[in-house]
T-cell receptor, first 110, second 113 residues
Framework: SQTIHQWPATLVQPVGSPLSLECTVEGTSNPNLYWYRQAAGRGLQLLFYSVGIGQISSEVPQNLSASRPQDRQFILSSKKLLLSDSGFYLC?????????FGDGTRLSIL | AQSVTQPDIHITVSEGASLELRCNYSYGATPYLFWYVQSPGQGLQLLLKYFSGDTLVQGIKGFEAEFKRSQSSFNLRKPSVHWSDAAEYFCAVGAGNTGKLIFGQGTTLQVKP
């Protein structure tokens, strides 16, 4: 069966520090991969999606970037975090219709 | 513009009572519709989805939803709510073979004993 792993579960970072969140999927090949952000009291916003290795599409202008170095690995990064980057970050995969989410990373910026 | 509206931000029901969570969408193409549930601090779990065919779809945990094209709605229902159903519920719409979904703002369900 397919599983998705996302880490860390929680992260507290100072403003201006770098960020790296990692997501891996097991049990499926060539999935579409996604990074969503959920701000407090809001729904989910799609940040990035990828249909293959090295192929990244950005949905909203922002301080973050994404990379897909391997078929089942998706990384969310930032060189310098802003206060507005706080939120709950969810990785997801799809093969066909519908999304399957990881457990998320709670990012707090101090 | 494409959008999903969940009119109720917060709903409280008694355990054993019936439940209906509303979802209205605006989408230019044939919509693929989803309901997800999120427990506090967790990711989202897919409850059910509608792509085509029978407009009444059954999901996990005893949930069902009905697609009404004329009303642009996809309301989620459960005949008898359990305390473990307390969570946040998200309606989402997308197109075809993609996970690029548009989510509603969510409805928080509280269950009274």
């Amino acid at each position: 069966s397919q599983t998705i792993h996302q880490w860390p579960a929680t992260l507290v970072q100072p403003v201006g520090s770098p960020l790296s969140l990692e997501c891996t999927v097991e049990g499926t090949s060539n999935p579409n991969l996604y990074w969503y952000r959920q701000a407090a009291g809001r729904g989910l916003q799609l940040l990035f999606y990828s249909v293959g290795i090295g192929q990244i599409s950005s949905e909203v202008p922002q301080n973050l970037s994404a990379s897909r170095p391997q078929d089942r690995q998706f990384i969310l990064s930032s060189k310098k975090l802003l206060l507005s980057d706080s939120g709950f970050y969810l990785c997801a995969w799809s093969v066909g219709q519908g999304l399957h989410f990881g457990d998320g990373t709670r990012l707090s910026i101090l | 513009a494409q959008s999903v509206t969940q009119p109720d931000i917060h709903i409280t029901v008694s355990e054993g009572a019936s439940l209906e969570l509303r979802c209205n969408y605006s989408y230019g193409a044939t919509p693929y519709l989803f309901w997800y549930v999120q427990s506090p601090g967790q990711g989202l779990q897919l409850l059910l989805k509608y792509f085509s065919g029978d407009t009444l779809v059954q999901g996990i945990k005893g949930f069902e939803a009905e697609f009404k094209r004329s009303q642009s709605s996809f309301n989620l229902r459960k005949p008898s709510v359990h305390w473990s159903d307390a969570a946040e519920y998200f309606c989402a719409v997308g197109a075809g073979n993609t996970g690029k979904l548009i989510f509603g703002q969510g409805t928080t369900l509280q269950v009274k004993p």
